[in-house]
């Protein structure tokens, strides 16, 4: 039988925060990481593409905050529905021209994807999900006065907005995802997390305003569509113990019990790598086999095995 893979694309592999965000800075960042993706073409994988969406949907509320005096303002689960069908389109018209280039007969879909959460989640109090663009200590104090925007510190001196992220409890559609990624189409779902939803006392599904943890929709779609392999594409080429500090060390290969381990003692920042190693410990519970994190310019290596960090269950390494 064929191998699946799920492929975890962060917002920052379409959208580099050292650029402008144009929408052609965009393309040519995804045309860019998914000639990386091809190799799974080659190597004739059933595939499952995710995405993130921070970049691209604080951009949104940006734009919902700056005209809502002319247009009616978009509540931000409507945005997260819209960037899923932007950034699908962009990804599904690149991958499409990649099989043309290749003369492979295969078909790209992108679903828009709803995912369950608790309402009463008390991550919906405590916004934690860093959206939108990076912003001084001066201007992140204006945006927070001017806007009304919750602010907090990413990285020493700069700043970002965030929202809402409760954790994903199910992921909707996950029949028909399954069904078109086995069938052979590659399947783009959702992106961003997934668009919140609930169902509310009168039985009825709806919206909410959040970004869901996209790191642990993606485990938990993979574990609906039974792949073999998750990839974690971030910004650095592999999982350091002590990142940032004198005495970092790559990691290159290690077990889920050593992942959790790891995790305890606090070596995985909150917000970045944190929610990339809880979701991979997940999948891996979870039937998957192996987890792979690395950057999208090593990706073709990785998937060799000559690049990122492998994770393994304990009792396969």
Known sequence: MKRTAIVALGGNALSNKKQAGTIEDQFDNTRKSLSQIAKFLQLDYNLCLTHGNGPQVGDELLRMDLTKETVPPLPLGVCVAGTQGTIGYMIQQTFQNILSQKNINREVVTLVTQVMVDANSPAIKNPTKFVGKRYTDDEAEIMSDSMGWIMKEQ???YWRRVVPSPDPEFVMHGLSI?????????VIAAGGGGIPAFISKDG???GLDAVIDKDLTAAKLGRVIRANEYYIITDIENVYLNFGQPNEKPIYRMTDDEAKQ??????????????KIRSAIYFLKHHGEKVIITNINNLSKAID?????VIYKNDKI
């Open 155 to 157: 990285e020493p001196g």
């Open 178 to 186: 399954r069904t078109l990624v086995q069938s052979g189409s590659i």
């Open 204 to 206: 009825q599904l709806e």
């Open 262 to 275: 790891y995790q305890a003692e606090g070596h995985f920042q909150t917000g970045s790598m944190a929610p």
């Open 305 to 309: 095995g000559q690049a990122g960090t």
